[in-house]
C-alpha cells in the first residue's frame, strides 16, 4: 500500500472512530509506529486530523469522542490541571462540579480537603467523592445519560438554580481561538453548565490545551465569563488577549 493510500485509510478510520491509537493503525496496516507518527503529522498539518499523544482524533461538531476515549486523552494534563485547581478551593467551601473527564480528576484531587459541601450532576463524580464522611455530596435531579453518567434536563436546571455557591468547576470540549466562545455538544449540558456559571461566585474553567481551536456546536458562553482558567499550554494569542481585556487570571499547568 502505496504512502497516499495509507494516509486517505487514516483519515477515514479516524473520523469513523473519533480516535485511534498509533499502536492501531501501526497493527492495521502492517508499518512502524514511527511510520505511523510521520503520517499523523502530516495529515495534522493539512488539518485533515487532530494529532495527540498516542493517537489521532477527528474533531467532528456534532458529535462528541466518546468518554472511554476522553478518559484517556491527555490524562497528564488532566491531572496537573485539577492538583493545581484543587489548590485554590478552601477547605469548607461550597462548589459545583459539572459533566466532564477534567471535573472528574478535580474531584479526585479534592480528597484530602475537608468539610466541603459539592452539587454535581456528575454520578462519577459523586461516585468518587463519596468516600470522604466530612463531604456533603448533593447529586442533581434530571435525566442520566448512560454513556458518561452526565444528569441533564429542565429538572437539573431548575435545581441548580436553588443554590449559591463559592465555586463553580466547570470542564469544556472546545474553545474557539477566535472569539474566545465556550464550545460544547449538547444543549442540554450547556443548559445546566450555564446555571452553573450564573450561581458561582467564583468560576473555574478547567481545560487542557487541546480544547483551543476544538469545534463542537453549541455555545455555552465566553470565556470572558470564567475567573480563571487552568490549562497546561500556554493559550492563543486571541484568546490571552481576552484573558487581560477581562482581568481572567490563567494557571498554566505544566
Keep these: 500500500m ?31 509506529p ?3 507518527r510521520r503520517d499523523i503529522n502530516s495529515l495534522a498539518d493539512q488539518d485533515l486530523i487532530r494529532r495527540h499523544h498516542g493517537g489521532a482524533s477527528y474533531d467532528s461538531s456534532t458529535t462528541n469522542v466518546d468518554y472511554n476515549t476522553r478518559q484517556a486523552l491527555h490524562q497528564d ?48 463524580v459523586a461516585s468518587i467523592l463519596r468516600i470522604k464522611d466530612d463531604f456533603n455530596v448533593i447529586v442533581a435531579g434530571g435525566s442520566v445519560r448512560s454513556r458518561d453518567g452526565g444528569i441533564i434536563g429542565e429538572a437539573t436546571v431548575d435545581f441548580i438554580n436553588q443554590f449559591r455557591v463559592d465555586y463553580g468547576i466547570i470542564g469544556i470540549s472546545g474553545i474557539d481561538q477566535e472569539d474566545g466562545s465556550l464550545l460544547d455538544y449538547d444543549y442540554q449540558e450547556v443548559r445546566v453548565a450555564q446555571s452553573i456559571i450564573a450561581n458561582s461566585r467564583n468560576v473555574f474553567l478547567a481545560a487542557d490545551g487541546a480544547k483551543f481551536g476544538r469545534n463542537a456546536m453549541v455555545r455555552l ?29 490563567l494557571e498554566v499547568c505544566d
Design 77 to 124: 494534563a488532566k491531572k496537573r490541571i485539577a492538583k493545581h485547581l484543587a489548590k485554590e478551593i478552601p477547605n469548607g467551601a461550597s462548589l459545583f462540579i459539572n459533566i466532564g473527564t477534567t471535573t472528574e480528576e478535580v474531584a479526585k484531587a479534592l480528597l484530602n480537603h475537608s468539610a466541603l459541601k459539592i452539587i454535581t450532576n456528575n454520578i462519577n
Design 34 to 36: 514511527q511510520t505511523i
Design 221 to 249: 458562553g465566553n470565556i470572558t465569563q470564567v475567573d480563571q482558567l487552568f490549562t497546561d499550554t500556554h493559550p492563543p494569542k486571541t484568546i490571552l488577549s481576552l484573558l487581560k481585556e477581562h482581568s481572567v487570571k
Design 2 to 32: 502505496g504512502q497516499q493510500t495509507r494516509q486517505d485509510r487514516i483519515v477515514q478510520l479516524v473520523r469513523e472512530k473519533g480516535y485511534t491509537s498509533i499502536d492501531e493503525l501501526a497493527e492495521q496496516f502492517k508499518v512502524t
